[in-house]
C-alpha cells in the first residue's frame, strides 16, 4: 500500500494507535520489511514492495474476506483502477458475490464524480453497471451526471473499452448533445488496441455521430491501427512460413562461364500474398462501421517487401550454416550455360 493510501486507510478506518507502535508508515514498512516484503528499486529509480511469500496474501485474504468492513475501507483508502482491477479478478475467487457487491457499492455512494482520477470513476461505473444489469435497482443519476459532464467538458482518460460499456444501454434522449466534439478527446487518447478501435467505432452508432471531421478523424486511427498490426504481422513471419530459391548471378571469364555468387531469395509472390492474407484477417477481427473504409493500397505500399525479403533469407542462410559462394571461393568452377540452368531449376 502506498503511503497516500495507508495515511487514507488510517482515516477512513478510525484506527486508534492503543500500542505503543508507531502507526506512521515508514515505521510500519521498516518493520514488516524485515519479515514479510522485499524492498526494490526499479528502473525508473521508484521503490517498489513485494511479499517475500506469496503464500502471505492467501493468508490475508482468507483472514478478512468475510470482514466486509475493513475490506472497504482498504479499497476505498486505495481508490485505484489498478485495485478495482484486482478486486473484480476476487470476485467469487476468494471474496464471495454479495460481499464483492457490498465493497462496489459502497464506492459508488463515496465517489466524487468531480474527481479528477477520470480512469477510477469510469472502472467503477462499468462494474456497477454490470451490477445492476441483474438487480436494476440501482440509482443511475450520478452515473448520467458523470457523463453529461464528461459530454460537456471533455477530459483526458485512457479507459475507453470501460467508458463504452458503461453506456452502450443507455438511452441518450435525456441527455443535452449539442455536438459530438467530445468525440475529438476520446480520439485523441485512444491507444492502438483492438478493443479500443471497436469500441470507438460503436460510438458512431451510439451517437449516431455524421460529423464529416470526426469520422474522418476515426477512419485515421482505425487505419493507422490496421498498418500497425499488419506491420507487426509480418515481422512474426519467419523461414518456415516461406519457401526460398537459389539464385546465382553468371558471368564470362576467359571463355567460360563462371558462377559469381549464389544466394537466396523468397519465392516470387509469396510475400505479397502473406501481407494480403494478414490484412485480411486483421481487418476480419474488426466490427467496422459502415462509415470506415480501410486504405488497402496505401497500407499494402506500406510494407517494405525488399526489407522482408532481405531479413527472411539472411535468417535461413544462418539457420542453414550458408556461406555466400563468391567468385573468389569458386572462380575455377565452369559450366556451360545451358548445363547451369538446367542445375539451378
Same mark, same amino acid.
Given at each position: ?8 486507510? $488510517?482515516? !477512513? ?13 515508514? #515505521?510500519?514498512?521498516?518493520? &514488516? ?36 468492513? $475493513?475490506?472497504?475501507? &482498504? ?7 489498478? #485495485? ?46 454490470? $451490477? ?13 451526471? *458523470?457523463?453529461?459532464?464528461? @459530454?460537456?467538458?471533455?477530459? %483526458? ?24 466534439? *467530445? ?31 470526426? @469520422?474522418? #478523424? ?25 519457401? *526460398?530459391?537459389?539464385? !546465382? /548471378? ?15 531469395? &523468397? ?19 474488426? /466490427? ?44 575455377? &568452377? !565452369? /559450366?556451360?550455360? %545451358? ?7
Amino acid at each position: 500500500m502506498r503511503n497516500d493510501g495507508y495515511n487514507k486507510y $488510517i482515516e !477512513v478506518s478510525g484506527v486508534k494507535n492503543d500500542s505503543h507502535i508507531s502507526k506512521e508508515f515508514d #515505521s510500519i514498512i521498516e518493520e &514488516v520489511v524485515r519479515y514479510f516484503l522485499n524492498r526494490s528499486q526499479n528502473g525508473y529509480r521508484k521503490i517498489e514492495y513485494t511479499l517475500f511469500n506469496p503464500s502471505i496474501s492467501d493468508f490475508v485474504l482468507n483472514k478478512y474476506k468475510n470482514n466486509s468492513a $475493513i475490506l472497504k475501507h &482498504v479499497y476505498l483508502a486505495l481508490s485505484s483502477v489498478e #485495485s478495482l482491477k484486482e478486486l473484480r479478478l476476487l470476485n467469487g475467487y476468494g471474496i464471495n458475490k454479495s460481499i464483492y457487491e457490498e465493497i462496489i457499492l459502497f464506492l459508488y455512494e463515496q465517489l466524487d464524480i468531480e474527481s479528477e482520477n477520470i480512469d477510477y470513476t469510469i472502472m467503477l461505473l462499468d462494474l456497477v453497471h454490470f $451490477i445492476n444489469i441483474r438487480r436494476d435497482d440501482i440509482d443511475t443519476i450520478k452515473r448520467n451526471t *458523470f457523463i453529461q459532464n464528461m @459530454i460537456n467538458h471533455p477530459k %483526458d482518460f485512457t479507459l475507453i473499452d470501460e467508458f463504452v460499456s458503461m453506456i452502450c444501454c443507455i438511452d441518450f434522449d435525456d441527455f443535452e448533445i449539442d455536438n459530438h466534439n *467530445f468525440m475529438f478527446k476520446i480520439i485523441e487518447n485512444a491507444c492502438l488496441e483492438e478493443d479500443v478501435v471497436n469500441s470507438i467505432m460503436k460510438l458512431i452508432d451510439i451517437f449516431y455521430i455524421t460529423d464529416a471531421g470526426i @469520422i474522418k #478523424s476515426i477512419n485515421e486511427l482505425v487505419n493507422k491501427y490496421v498498418e500497425q498490426e499488419l506491420d507487426g504481422y509480418m515481422d512474426d513471419i519467419g523461414t518456415s512460413d516461406v519457401d *526460398f530459391k537459389e539464385c !546465382v /548471378d553468371v558471368g564470362f571469364e576467359d571463355g567460360s562461364h563462371t558462377i559469381l555468387e549464389k544466394w537466396y531469395s &523468397v519465392e516470387d509472390g509469396q510475400i505479397e500474398e502473406l501481407i494480403y492474407n494478414g490484412l485480411d484477417e486483421i481487418v476480419k477481427k474488426l /466490427d467496422l462501421d459502415k462509415k470506415i473504409i480501410i486504405d488497402r493500397v496505401r497500407i499494402t505500399n506500406s510494407i517494405n517487401i525488399d526489407e522482408i525479403n532481405e531479413r527472411l533469407a539472411e535468417s535461413y542462410m544462418n539457420t542453414n550454416d550458408y556461406e555466400p559462394e563468391h567468385k573468389d571461393v569458386i572462380r575455377n &568452377v !565452369v /559450366d556451360s550455360i %545451358d548445363e547451369l540452368f538446367e542445375r539451378s531449376k
